[in-house]
């Protein structure tokens, strides 16, 4: 079957593959340039028959070439070959994990970075221009993990001005929704919005140890964006309750937008989806993650107009995640360029945390070759940025 798909790329002409992932052809013999493009070929093939080879983006840069190639082998059916569940190194395939083994995941984590330094201390330096607010500690395992939780609000916060929130950091792990909700706060735009008459409260590292240990769930394996619920005290997750206590306090009565900022990674596919179906007992099968930036709205709520403006602002920035050949992202539907819809109550999403008529959850992908981390910070501004220009625009 891989011989057959090879086959049918046969016909794509070295000029299609894009001119950024090219040698210098011009130094390069006829020979050369055929070799180069079969083994460009082999390896975007391979990458999207296997996925689950997890080719890390950050090595080879042959590796590059082949990630980019792949995009332009739209002829290839959407079909697999039959693959075998993929196993994870916790756990017995078809039985959910016990205390046991969550204790053994949880000691398998390790922290790589500082809570502290990256997010808290840029946090303080803050207080100034904003109300900072602490509005919960997390405690687990007894107290030996403990971490404070923070809110920065604008100023002269006013029940007749419409309010915003902007989450970052629910799945620690994703660096530049973290960052990229700080770069709103340190770079002056939310200033900058807050004179044009919003409310605006930004929590910019919702999951601390998450962060801190690049992790998508909590130390109790819990993943806190399928952890809220309409009361905080029946969120599974302390952070999902925190954010959610954090809201009644503020005392609005409709929020006018709510933009939850994410990122979807190679590890979502090497790692935490495999980790996750082992915990939950079931099979996990191969999934895809998209080269570029894109949007999740609500299906019960998509403003679809709302999401496109957000997608052409994010344009400016970095590219849009193009469908898979059979119209999904993650294997969800298209509803536009770059927009797929879940239903965010349903799946207790932060996304459903408040009553607002827009939301929108925002994906960067920072492995693809194309980005950089400075590129995925300014996606995620440009994500909120966007989201309060159509606001604007909408009530002028």
Same mark, same amino acid.
């Given at each position: 079957?891989?011989?057959?798909?090879?086959?049918?790329?046969?016909?794509?002409?070295?000029?299609?593959?894009?001119?950024?992932?090219?040698?210098?052809?011009?130094?390069?013999?006829?020979?050369?340039?055929?070799?180069?493009?079969?083994?460009?070929?082999?390896?975007?093939?391979?990458?999207?028959?296997?996925?689950?080879?997890?080719?890390?983006?950050?090595?080879?840069?042959?590796?590059?070439?082949?990630?980019?190639?792949?995009?332009?082998?739209?002829?290839?059916?959407?079909?697999?070959?039959?693959?075998?569940?993929?196993?994870?190194?916790?756990?017995?395939?078809?039985?959910?994990?016990?205390?046991?083994?969550?204790?053994?995941?949880?000691?398998?984590?390790?922290?790589?970075?500082?809570?502290?330094?990256?997010?808290?201390?840029?946090?303080?330096?803050?207080?100034?221009?904003?109300?900072?607010?602490?509005?919960?500690?997390?405690?687990?395992?007894?107290?030996?993990?403990?971490?404070?939780?923070?809110?920065?609000?604008?100023?002269?916060?006013?029940?007749?001005?419409?309010?915003?929130?902007?989450?970052?950091?629910?799945?620690?792990?994703?660096?530049?929704?973290?960052?990229?909700?700080?770069?709103?706060?340190?770079?002056?735009?939310?200033?900058?919005?807050?004179?044009?008459?919003?409310?605006?409260?930004?929590?910019?590292?919702?999951?601390?140890?998450?962060?801190?240990?690049?992790?998508?769930?909590?130390?109790?394996?819990?993943?806190?964006?399928?952890?809220?619920?309409?009361?905080?005290?029946?969120?599974?997750?302390?952070?999902?309750?925190?954010?959610?206590?954090?809201?009644?306090?503020?005392?609005?009565?409709?929020?006018?937008?709510?933009?939850?900022?994410?990122?979807?990674?190679?590890?979502?596919?090497?790692?935490?989806?495999?980790?996750?179906?082992?915990?939950?007992?079931?099979?996990?099968?191969?999934?895809?993650?998209?080269?570029?930036?894109? $949007? +999740? =709205?609500?299906?019960? #709520?998509?403003?679809?107009?709302?999401?496109?403006? /957000?997608?052409?602002?994010?344009? &400016?920035? %970095?590219?849009?995640?193009?469908?898979?050949?059979?119209?999904?992202?993650?294997?969800?539907?298209?509803?536009?360029?770059?927009?797929?819809?879940?239903?965010?109550?349903?799946?207790? $999403? +932060? =996304?459903?945390?408040? #009553?607002?008529?827009?939301?929108?959850?925002?994906? /960067?992908?920072?492995?693809?070759? &194309?980005? %950089?981390?400075?590129?995925?910070?300014?996606?995620?501004?440009?994500?909120?940025?966007?989201?309060?220009?159509?606001?604007?625009?909408?009530?002028?």
């Amino acid at each position: 079957k891989c011989v057959r798909r090879l086959a049918q790329c046969a016909s794509i002409r070295l000029s299609r593959v894009p001119a950024c992932i090219k040698l210098p052809m011009a130094t390069l013999t006829a020979a050369m340039r055929k070799r180069y493009a079969q083994v460009c070929l082999f390896l975007a093939c391979l990458r999207w028959l296997v996925p689950e080879l997890a080719f890390s983006t950050r090595a080879s840069p042959m590796l590059h070439r082949a990630r980019s190639l792949a995009s332009v082998i739209p002829t290839l059916p959407r079909t697999r070959m039959a693959a075998s569940p993929r196993s994870y190194h916790i756990g017995t395939a078809g039985q959910p994990w016990g205390a046991a083994e969550a204790t053994q995941w949880l000691s398998e984590r390790k922290k790589a970075r500082s809570y502290q330094e990256e997010v808290v201390a840029k946090v303080e330096s803050l207080r100034e221009s904003f109300d900072v607010v602490q509005y919960g500690a997390l405690s687990y395992d007894g107290g030996a993990i403990a971490h404070p939780l923070f809110a920065v609000k604008t100023k002269s916060w006013s029940a007749d001005r419409p309010s915003v929130l902007v989450t970052g950091g629910v799945h620690g792990y994703e660096t530049s929704g973290v960052q990229g909700a700080l770069r709103f706060l340190t770079e002056g735009h939310a200033l900058r919005y807050a004179a044009k008459g919003f409310n605006i409260v930004v929590a910019p590292c919702v999951s601390p140890w998450g962060y801190e240990h690049i992790e998508r769930w909590t130390p109790e394996a819990v993943d806190p964006n399928r952890s809220f619920r309409t009361e905080a005290d029946d969120c599974p997750a302390q952070e999902s309750a925190a954010l959610q206590r954090l809201l009644s306090s503020c005392d609005v009565s409709r929020w006018a937008c709510h933009v939850d900022l994410h990122e979807t990674t190679d590890t979502d596919e090497s790692e935490f989806r495999m980790a996750k179906a082992a915990r939950d007992g079931q099979a996990s099968e191969p999934g895809t993650i998209p080269d570029g930036f894109y $949007l +999740c =709205g609500d299906e019960r #709520n998509l403003q679809l107009d709302f999401q496109r403006f /957000v997608i052409e602002g994010v344009r &400016r920035v %970095t590219h849009i995640a193009p469908a898979d050949p059979d119209g999904t992202i993650i294997g969800s539907p298209v509803v536009s360029e770059g927009i797929i819809a879940y239903d965010y109550a349903a799946l207790g $999403l +932060c =996304g459903s945390v408040t #009553n607002s008529p827009f939301t929108t959850t925002t994906e /960067v992908y920072p492995d693809s070759p &194309r980005a %950089t981390d400075e590129l995925c910070n300014q996606a995620q501004v440009a994500s909120v940025t966007s989201a309060l220009d159509y606001l604007i625009q909408s009530r002028a």
